[in-house]
């Protein structure tokens, strides 16, 4: 006769009632919960904070004061995605666990307890595992976390874009790829789109021309198709020509420039399309590689359909480490209060200052962006936006998944 299974402890029974019940919680009573478990394991109180969409401040769930996340304990453990612990002058201790989905940052799990234990640091490990899963599977449709992580009202072209970009952050054990989006509440026409696929990494900047809810939709309807041909099996010389031709189509008086590109992760294999965008900066080791990834001038999309020449492809072989930057005009144009640009250079400078510190790529592009707006006294004239890919693999590149784009 086969042995009869364990009781399940309370830690356990707690786990196994959220994994089965979490994900049909009311957003409202996910801290409840997680405040629940901490208290029903004697491990102390808890508290659920997410980042705003700037990633300037953390919003308690439960309604309390935000934390800046900038100079503050619960602050360091959201940038460098490791637990702190502080000392509350001989009234126990205050745990800071950071929320993390994949490499998507979410915020940080408070705990207050009286001692933290090898068993109390595992749970609340789990826990803060589970809590980013939750959120992750909510926060697309519920407004409480939207409404809860907002600082000011949002524009009806920003609302609209933001509905169709996807995870700031997306990565691998081998790459990782990054992107910040500026004015948060009013952007026009800028937008990026990144996925992974099969050893594949897919991604693009948008810059659609205009400051309206029409150059959103454009930016819009370019991920649409970038995304619609990509799953319909397309490569990338299908990819841009279709975009071209959806344009054409159906917004035949808009156009936007972009950077559409492809990654083979395996080989480190780099194919990329420029239509009439700033090109691409690749940074090795301490310093871009000058003019590395520049090539001869494209239409816009929207424009190539027109001219009934086929798209040029570039291909580039990354080294291990590389960093490759996109980013819209709105980036090195940006002016500060004496009119002075940002401009490439100091960007550049800034993102190796930052890998040179070891910061990660989402911290780097951050406090990158947050640089950019401090210039600006936090006014932007025009949208900005940032992404960097990562490509570190763990050992030497495989011959294996290289193909033509």
Not at 304 to 322: S, Y
Request: glycine share 10%; hydrophobic share 40%.
């Amino acid at each position: 006769m086969a042995d009869e299974p364990s009781p399940l402890n309370e830690g356990e029974r707690l786990i196994e009632e959220f994994l089965t019940t979490g994900r049909t919680l009311e957003p409202a009573d996910v801290p409840n919960l997680a405040e629940r478990y901490t208290r029903s394991l004697g491990i102390g109180t808890s508290t659920v904070y997410l980042a705003d969409i700037q990633q300037r401040r953390l919003f308690p769930l439960d309604g309390g004061d935000c934390v800046q996340i900038d100079g503050t304990m619960a602050g360091w453990a959201f940038r460098t995605g490791s637990l702190r612990v502080t000392e509350d002058l001989g009234d126990g201790l205050t745990a800071w666990f950071p929320l993390v989905d994949g490499a998507e940052r979410l915020g940080v799990l408070r705990v207050r307890t009286d001692t933290l234990s090898a068993a109390a640091l595992r749970h609340c490990r789990l826990l803060a595992a589970m809590l980013a899963m939750v959120i992750t599977s909510k926060r697309d449709t519920s407004d409480s976390y939207a409404r809860g992580t907002r600082a000011q009202e949002m524009s009806l072209p920003a609302e609209m874009l933001r509905a169709f970009l996807p995870p700031r952050t997306v990565c691998t054990g081998e790459v990782i790829s990054t992107a910040v989006l500026e004015p948060a509440y009013d952007l026009g026409g800028d937008a990026f789109d990144h996925s992974l696929s099969a050893g594949v990494l897919h991604a693009a900047v948008i810059d659609a021309m205009g400051h309206d809810l029409a150059s959103g939709l454009t930016a819009a309807v370019t991920l649409a198709g970038c995304r619609n041909a990509r799953r319909n099996g397309a490569d990338l010389p299908e990819l841009v020509a279709s975009i071209d031709e959806a344009l054409t189509r159906w917004l035949p008086d808009r156009f936007a420039t972009g950077v559409l590109l492809r990654l083979d992760i395996g080989t480190g294999t780099l194919h990329w399309s420029n239509c009439g965008h700033p090109p691409p900066l690749l940074i090795r080791g301490q310093e871009v590689v000058k003019d590395a990834l520049v090539t001869a001038a494209e239409p816009p999309l929207g424009l190539g359909a027109l001219t009934g020449t086929p798209r040029r492809i570039n291909t580039a072989a990354l080294e291990p480490g590389d960093r490759v930057l996109l980013y819209t005009d709105g980036v090195v144009e940006a002016r500060g209060a004496r009119r002075e640009l940002f401009g490439l250079e100091r960007f550049a400078d800034f993102v190796i200052r930052a890998t040179a510190a070891g910061e990660s790529a989402p911290e780097s592009l951050r406090r990158l962006i947050h640089a950019l707006l401090d210039n600006q006294d936090s006014t932007l004239t025009d949208d900005a936006t940032i992404m960097m890919i990562e490509w570190q693999p763990p050992g030497p590149p495989s011959a294996a998944g290289a193909r033509e784009p």
